[in-house]
């Protein structure tokens, strides 16, 4: 006689790298691993139609009107998250006009991350050593972003994600931002947040089961690498925005891991940027003036 075997229920996940890093911990999670095949797709054409019995779904979504993949028929469930971003702690982010690729060691270049300060500076012929006093001056621009405003415009937005995705990952990261570092980049959780996301898709998924509920995704993260999933690259906090908002985590010790070969200080990348930036626009020619300070 034949013997049939019976599908596992499978734990799907799609979206970005943020999905990707919550994937393989999840995989590593016992209670997890335990009923669920853990699927990534990071995007939709590759989503089966039929989805085992027991199945569930959890969905990241980019931003609010963005189509939504078609369901495998047979789900569960189907929880939705957001794209976690932080854009407050890098008022100066912005496209970097002078980062070229350079396959294979930098594909998306030495510098992915712009900083609209600096690159104005730049662009204007200012020499780096002026663009450096500037940068680090004791008082922050009038001409500069408004921290307060930006401030309102993010607890506003967190807020908003709180009432569409029901996870309260928005109000934590308003609680916490100060006293724990959650992002390394604008659009890079820490560890220490995904696994926040991580547990709190899961007491979702499965109120009240004791064994979900005591899935230790912090200790998961730990022992995946020396450094956190995202962190290949990390971005310096301007020392005057980290004063702002009293960021007890950022000290003068604080080091930014630059793609795994060193540990950079906020001005060691700072000259680092502008020794690349400064060379690129050699060849690309500049505008001529400086902007305020």
Not at 121 to 130: E, L, R, V, Y
Not at 245 to 260: G, I, K, V
Request: a neutral charge; aromatic letters at 10%; proline letters at 9%.
């Amino acid at each position: 006689m034949k013997q049939t075997t019976t599908e596992r229920a499978t734990l799907y996940v799609t979206g970005n790298v943020q999905s990707a890093a919550i994937a393989q911990v999840l995989r590593h999670l016992p209670p997890v691993a335990e009923r669920f095949d853990v699927a990534y797709h990071d995007g939709v054409s590759d989503l089966p139609k039929q989805a085992p019995k027991g199945s569930i779904w959890f969905e990241q979504i980019a931003a609010e009107g963005d189509a939504s993949p078609t369901a495998p028929a047979g789900l569960a469930k189907r929880i939705a998250f957001p794209t976690l971003t932080l854009g407050m702690l890098w008022p100066f982010n912005s496209i970097n006009p002078y980062n070229e690729p350079e396959p294979p060691e930098f594909p998306y270049g030495r510098f992915p991350y712009g900083d609209s300060f600096m690159q104005a500076c730049i662009a204007a012929g200012a020499h780096p050593a002026t663009i450096v006093q500037l940068y680090f001056g004791t008082a922050w621009s009038p001409s500069w972003p408004d921290l307060d405003a930006l401030f309102k415009k993010e607890s506003a937005r967190l807020t908003a994600l709180d009432a569409r995705f029901r996870l309260g990952i928005g109000s934590y990261i308003l609680k916490h931002f100060r006293r724990q570092r959650l992002f390394l980049t604008v659009q890079s959780p820490s560890d220490l947040l995904l696994a926040e996301l991580t547990t709190r898709l899961l007491a979702t998924a499965f109120p009240g089961d004791s064994a979900m509920a005591a899935a230790n995704a912090p200790g998961v993260i730990s022992s995946l690498g020396p450094r956190d999933c995202l962190g290949v690259l990390a971005i310096p906090v301007h020392h005057l925005v980290a004063r702002h908002f009293e960021l007890t985590w950022l000290t003068p010790r604080t080091r930014y891991n630059y793609f795994d070969r060193e540990l950079l200080t906020d001005r060691e990348y700072c000259n680092r940027f502008l020794e690349a930036a400064t060379e690129a626009a050699g060849r690309k020619g500049t505008p001529e003036r400086i902007p305020s300070r």
